[in-house]
């Protein structure tokens, strides 16, 4: 332990009501004063007119991005991003791919389409040294400690910080944004105007959405001074938000598979989402799969979540690399993992002619799918092996893949859909399991939603797995469900009233050791006092209520009147109930900072009271000094240091 963390340390300790003698256990003991769960008065809930002229959503995906904006004058009205250039065939491109490109010294050169062509027109032997990164979003899922200083790897093995390409991005949608609003508005348009939304996976841990915001503050999209000037929203949330709103023309219903057009097109869903109606949304993305349960409340048609954000790493990019298994078992491991190095804008190519056959993929379909291997693919094979591309083909025992002599590999549909099946299975297992919980009945209708949600192999399945239960509704502009309701969550970020906290948040603190209670291993004997140690103070439960504005407080003492820091331990835990930190499956997970300086008191003991926020799509804390009243900087940081 470095001195530095030393002092820390004892700040730590120090900072509690009961000076705790826990400082040899390990963490500190906290005991507070005041337990209790306050709710907000109504008034001051009411949204203040916030300053913005504009609202623009930035859906940043794991597979495709794109933004899109309304004027606060007329929110009803979505304009999404214009036009693109590039575009593949059989792919619409309302958005851009996630794709990014750094040139040698590692600064940034484009993004999206205009990113693909340079480097797929790049000299190979040059391709080798710009930095070309795809699908990179996943990282900040997958990331157990993230932090500002976890690293990507581009397409060329080298590596870069994540942080950099992320706000590389932001700052590009950021350009982009500002420059079609100026041009619509005749004049440079202030980004002080534009309120700034960005979309996240509900199934994102605190640290992912953190480190997105703090991408934010590093683009230049908003300051640390006026961090409400982001929103972080929650893509099923947003997707929700726009599917109550939809007109029956809009939509396509898979139980009839037609748009529904016998009713009448002003109508709302035409059936009626009434008061109480309950439905699922699917978001099935590039990356993740999210499943969030609403329930509408009318006349205002608030939403309530009723059950916790669900879902998993199954987006459609599993199907890529099913596809990239499937290579490595025809061709050798050894050679893909070197082609891919050797070659990186070829294994581009190849991944982009995979991903048009991969929309062709029906449940019906009898005709074989043609997938054109570039040609450098061809060559580095028979340098790499010796022998040919067909010969390898003839050679391996997977019998649904020819080769055709136009130099194509040939795919049988059933070979497509072996493909499709574990991430289409994990999906299916994950809505058997929630449609099995009793929070999730009487469900009225299921959204599928999400880019991976056109897949008529994906929309088979759910139709198979629910047999009728509730109605599936897929919105027109499935790929862009999203973005319009990020923009709508923008506009009013009050419309979700009530959301399920996904993790029990909570202190370590010191309790008055209860004989037959307590463990007698957590006992520590101070001044006579006996105290218990480790005990878990739970500010939320997993899967609890909690209302918009609702607030968590709890008080501490700095032990010192000159104390200026006070820092707590945060732990977390999947579990709904937690006695002791040391529990299996609580883990530290952030540290809540209170900057008591230049606050000091004439008071014996400083109170310091803090309020916690856990309603909104993020974690915050606000902190006052009772005796004075006086605001105390509090702020809570999930990114591990």
Same mark, same amino acid.
């Given at each position: 332990?470095?001195e530095k963390e030393l002092v820390i340390d004892d700040i730590?300790?120090?900072?509690?009501?009961?000076?705790?003698?826990?400082?040899?256990? &390990?963490?500190?003991?906290?005991?507070?004063?005041?337990?209790?769960?306050?709710?907000?008065?109504?008034?001051?809930?009411?949204?203040?007119?916030?300053?913005?002229?504009?609202?623009?959503?930035?859906?940043?995906?794991?597979?495709?991005?794109?933004?899109?904006?309304?004027?606060?004058?007329?929110?009803?009205?979505?304009?999404?991003?214009?036009?693109?250039?590039?575009?593949?065939?059989?792919?619409?491109?309302?958005?851009?791919?996630?794709?990014?490109?750094?040139?040698?010294?590692?600064?940034?050169?484009?993004?999206?389409?205009?990113?693909?062509?340079?480097?797929?027109?790049?000299?190979?032997?040059?391709?080798?040294?710009?930095?070309?990164?795809?699908?990179?979003?996943?990282?900040?899922?997958?990331?157990?400690?993230?932090?500002?200083?976890?690293?990507?790897?581009?397409?060329?093995?080298?590596?870069?910080?994540?942080?950099?390409?992320?706000?590389?991005?932001?700052?590009?949608?950021?350009?982009?944004?500002?420059?079609?609003?100026?041009?619509?508005?005749?004049?440079?348009?202030?980004?002080?105007?534009?309120?700034?939304?960005?979309?996240?996976?509900?199934?994102?841990?605190?640290?992912?959405?953190?480190?997105?915001?703090?991408?934010?503050?590093?683009?230049?999209?908003?300051?640390?001074?006026?961090?409400?000037?982001?929103?972080?929203?929650?893509?099923?949330?947003?997707?929700?938000?726009?599917?109550?709103?939809?007109?029956?023309?809009?939509?396509?219903?898979?139980?009839?598979?037609?748009?529904?057009?016998?009713?009448?097109?002003?109508?709302?869903?035409?059936?009626?989402?009434?008061?109480?109606?309950?439905?699922?949304?699917?978001?099935?993305?590039?990356?993740?799969?999210?499943?969030?349960?609403?329930?509408?409340?009318?006349?205002?048609?608030?939403?309530?979540?009723?059950?916790?954000?669900?879902?998993?790493?199954?987006?459609?990019?599993?199907?890529?690399?099913?596809?990239?298994?499937?290579?490595?078992?025809?061709?050798?491991?050894?050679?893909?993992?070197?082609?891919?190095?050797?070659?990186?804008?070829?294994?581009?190519?190849?991944?982009?002619?995979?991903?048009?056959?991969?929309?062709?993929?029906?449940?019906?379909?009898?005709?074989?799918?043609?997938?054109?291997?570039?040609?450098?693919?061809?060559?580095?094979?028979?340098?790499?092996?010796?022998?040919?591309?067909?010969?390898?083909?003839?050679?391996?025992?997977?019998?649904?893949?020819?080769?055709?002599?136009?130099?194509?590999?040939?795919?049988?549909?059933?070979?497509?859909?072996?493909?499709?099946?574990?991430?289409?299975?994990?999906?299916?297992?994950?809505?058997?399991?929630?449609?099995?919980?009793?929070?999730?009945?009487?469900?009225?209708?299921?959204?599928?939603?999400?880019?991976?949600?056109?897949?008529?192999?994906?929309?088979?399945?759910?139709?198979?797995?629910?047999? &009728?239960?509730?109605?599936?509704?897929?919105?027109?502009?499935?790929?862009?469900?999203?973005?319009?309701?990020?923009?709508?969550?923008?506009?009013?970020?009050?419309?979700?009233?009530?959301?399920?906290?996904?993790?029990?948040?909570?202190?370590?603190?010191?309790?008055?050791?209860?004989?037959?209670?307590?463990?007698?291993e957590k006992m520590l004997v101070k001044d006579g006092t006996?105290?218990?140690?480790?005990?878990?103070?739970?500010?939320?439960?997993?899967?609890?209520?909690?209302?918009?504005?609702?607030?968590?407080?709890?008080?501490?003492?700095?032990?010192?009147?000159?104390?200026?820091?006070?820092?707590?331990?945060?732990?977390?835990?999947?579990?709904?109930?937690?006695?002791?930190?040391?529990?299996?499956?609580?883990?530290?997970?952030?540290?809540?900072?209170?900057?008591?300086?230049?606050?000091?008191?004439?008071?014996?003991?400083?109170?310091?009271?803090?309020?916690?926020?856990?309603?909104?799509?993020?974690?915050?804390?606000?902190?006052?000094?009772?005796?004075?009243?006086?605001?105390?900087?509090?702020?809570?940081?999930?990114?591990?240091?």
């Open positions: 332990m470095t730590i300790t120090d900072a509690m009501a009961t000076p705790s003698p826990a400082k040899s256990m &390990g963490d500190p003991g906290i005991t507070p004063l005041s337990p209790t769960h306050v709710l907000k008065d109504s008034e001051e809930n009411e949204p203040t007119r916030h300053p913005y002229v504009v609202v623009v959503a930035i859906d940043f995906g794991t597979t495709s991005s794109g933004y899109a904006y309304a004027f606060t004058k007329e929110p009803e009205c979505i304009h999404t991003m214009r036009r693109w250039e590039g575009g593949d065939p059989g792919v619409s491109n309302q958005k851009t791919p996630t794709t990014i490109l750094l040139t040698p010294d590692k600064k940034f050169h484009s993004f999206g389409y205009a990113a693909r062509d340079f480097y797929h027109d790049l000299d190979p032997a040059e391709s080798k040294q710009w930095l070309y990164l795809e699908k990179f979003k996943m990282k900040l899922h997958t990331t157990a400690n993230l932090s500002i200083d976890t690293d990507l790897h581009a397409a060329n093995g080298k590596k870069v910080k994540a942080l950099d390409i992320f706000a590389y991005a932001l700052a590009f949608f950021k350009e982009q944004a500002l420059k079609e609003l100026s041009d619509q508005a005749g004049a440079d348009f202030d980004n002080a105007d534009v309120r700034w939304v960005i979309t996240v996976p509900a199934i994102w841990k605190m640290p992912a959405k953190q480190f997105m915001r703090e991408a934010a503050y590093k683009a230049g999209l908003v300051s640390r001074d006026n961090p409400d000037q982001l929103i972080i929203a929650l893509e099923p949330e947003a997707a929700s938000i726009y599917c109550r709103k939809l007109r029956l023309h809009q939509m396509v219903d898979l139980g009839t598979k037609t748009a529904l057009n016998g009713y009448s097109p002003t109508e709302n869903i035409g059936v009626g989402t009434a008061q109480g109606d309950r439905y699922v949304v699917v978001d099935c993305g590039g990356g993740t799969v999210d499943l969030t349960v609403h329930q509408i409340r009318l006349p205002e048609g608030h939403l309530k979540e009723l059950y916790k954000a669900s879902g998993g790493p199954y987006g459609s990019i599993g199907i890529d690399y099913e596809f990239e298994k499937l290579l490595c078992k025809i061709f050798g491991q050894d050679f893909i993992d070197q082609f891919k190095i050797k070659r990186p804008a070829a294994w581009v190519d190849l991944m982009i002619a995979f991903e048009s056959r991969k929309r062709a993929a029906t449940p019906d379909r009898s005709n074989p799918l043609n997938i054109n291997l570039p040609f450098s693919f061809i060559d580095y094979y028979k340098k790499f092996r010796g022998h040919s591309v067909e010969h390898a083909l003839r050679k391996s025992n997977v019998d649904f893949v020819k080769w055709s002599s136009q130099g194509m590999l040939r795919m049988s549909p059933d070979a497509m859909n072996a493909l499709f099946k574990p991430t289409i299975d994990h999906i299916i297992q994950h809505l058997t399991e929630l449609f099995e919980r009793p929070e999730v009945t009487d469900i009225k209708f299921l959204f599928l939603v999400g880019g991976f949600a056109e897949s008529p192999l994906l929309q088979q399945a759910v139709q198979k797995m629910l047999q &009728g239960r509730s109605r599936i509704i897929i919105p027109h502009d499935v790929g862009l469900t999203i973005l319009k309701g990020a923009v709508l969550f923008g506009l009013d970020p009050s419309v979700i009233k009530v959301r399920r906290s996904p993790l029990t948040y909570g202190v370590g603190v010191l309790n008055r050791f209860i004989e037959g209670k307590h463990p007698p006996r105290w218990c140690t480790d005990v878990f103070d739970t500010f939320i439960s997993a899967d609890q209520s909690v209302a918009l504005g609702e607030t968590v407080k709890r008080s501490y003492t700095p032990a010192k009147p000159s104390q200026q820091v006070i820092v707590i331990h945060v732990y977390c835990s999947e579990k709904e109930s937690v006695s002791f930190i040391s529990d299996p499956g609580v883990r530290k997970c952030g540290t809540l900072k209170l900057d008591v300086s230049g606050t000091e008191s004439p008071a014996t003991r400083r109170e310091i009271q803090t309020l916690m926020q856990f309603g909104d799509t993020e974690i915050r804390a606000m902190a006052i000094d009772v005796a004075t009243s006086r605001s105390v900087k509090a702020s809570i940081d999930f990114l591990s240091q």
